[in-house]
């Protein structure tokens, strides 16, 4: 949808809510609260709807708060339950990998991708949210009662209240709060995520491997009704010089020596897919996230990087927390902030002092600790882990 108004005037029976970002927690918090009598406007800078994206582990508060937007039943689990995972050394020798969970932080867990999350919230806004692609704020002012930005196509938007949804290079961020360098804190590692043809060569469909050693890991995730997608992940000393490189390029000087035919063949993919996310890999860390009426979401607010595994999950919870926070309290908005950011901080901040430790298991660090994951591996996927386990959840019920 788009609009050729310069200002937005008109007066309304609600509460109108600027929202920039159409990712999965801009979405997420237009349906939020467009269920409480909002009038949501998102304004996001890419001329169309993002279809691509790697492998996302839905559990937690993000499962919980789909529930209560109406959309979990939308929402697939695209695991094949007959798939398994392997583990792969840099010689290419292969063994039995450690299997996905099937629940995480209290609830079931589904792997799907970030791309299906996309899909889901924007059939549940399509036709009820007005969506104004192709366009940015270049300025933002607010006073006590409204907040306006001014938009890079020349319009100028007021409204009650302005969220940031637009991620982790966050131009509202930078607006209101300061440049992202004040609050963005950088691995030591860079990531690149991509659609593959179809499965590797030797691999049953559903079929999904890791391929580690210190410093550099590569993982090949499987889908129901999807192309398998690639997730590498390397060290390296300067990432942000790293990923002004071309991907292939960077790719295969990293991964070039991995030995046996899937790492190869995941390289060799490179030059057909159809686009390559290559970035890297960093947290947020602000000690607020709102301003007046300027409120930050999802990863514009509190990125926690892919080791969390809950990034999609919790720019969904964040969305309808805020909705359901300003239903109980519509006319006091600050107050509503307050507490929205006082419940929710102590799980973000867990999640990224984890995500700390994760990384290692997605990738580690040296040779001790490649060791060490396949120690750990090893015997989580033993028989008699798996019977000790079995033992355990039974006598739990």
Request: net charge positive; with cysteine.
């Amino acid at each position: 949808m788009s609009s050729s108004r310069s200002t937005s005037s008109k007066p309304t029976a609600g509460k109108r809510v600027l929202i920039i970002g159409a990712g999965i927690s801009g979405m997420a918090t237009a349906l939020s609260l467009h269920r409480i009598g909002w009038e949501p406007v998102i304004i996001e800078r890419s001329a169309q709807r993002r279809t691509s994206g790697y492998f996302v582990r839905f559990a937690g508060p993000g499962y919980t708060a789909a529930e209560s937007l109406g959309i979990l039943d939308a929402i697939p689990d695209r695991r094949d339950p007959a798939g398994r995972m392997y583990e792969v050394d840099r010689r290419g020798r292969v063994t039995p990998g450690l299997p996905l969970p099937g629940r995480g932080d209290g609830t079931p867990m589904r792997i799907l991708l970030r791309s299906d999350l996309e899909r889901v919230l924007y059939e549940a806004v399509r036709g009820i949210v007005e969506i104004r692609f192709g366009t940015r704020p270049v300025a933002i002012t607010q006073n006590r009662d409204t907040v306006v930005a001014t938009l890079d196509d020349g319009t100028v938007e007021t409204a009650d209240l302005l969220v940031g949804a637009d991620g982790t290079h966050s131009t509202v961020r930078s607006l209101v709060f300061g440049p992202e360098d004040l609050y963005r804190r950088d691995f030591d590692h860079v990531l690149a995520a991509f659609a593959m043809d179809g499965q590797l060569r030797g691999l049953n469909p559903g079929d999904s491997i890791v391929a580690s050693d210190a410093g550099r890991s590569a993982w090949l995730t499987s889908f129901r009704d999807h192309p398998p997608v690639a997730f590498l992940l390397y060290r390296t000393a300067w990432p942000a010089a790293e990923v002004r490189k071309e991907p292939a390029e960077a790719l295969r000087a990293a991964f070039g020596d991995f030995g046996g035919t899937h790492v190869p063949a995941m390289l060799d993919s490179l030059d057909s897919a159809e686009s390559t996310f290559f970035d890297m890999v960093s947290q947020i860390k602000i000690n607020r996230w709102s301003e007046g009426r300027v409120v930050l979401v999802g990863d514009s607010a509190w990125c926690m990087t892919s080791h969390s595994g809950q990034g999609s999950g919790m720019g969904i919870a964040g969305g309808e927390l805020l909705g359901r926070l300003l239903a109980e309290r519509p006319g006091n908005i600050a107050a509503v902030l307050g507490d929205w950011e006082q419940q929710l901080r102590p799980f973000i901040t867990g999640q990224q002092r984890g995500a700390l430790l994760m990384r290692h298991f997605f990738m580690p660090a040296n040779r001790f600790g490649r060791v060490a994951r396949s120690t750990l591996i090893r015997v989580a996927a033993s028989p008699a882990t798996a019977a000790i386990a079995r033992a355990v959840r039974r006598s739990h019920r």
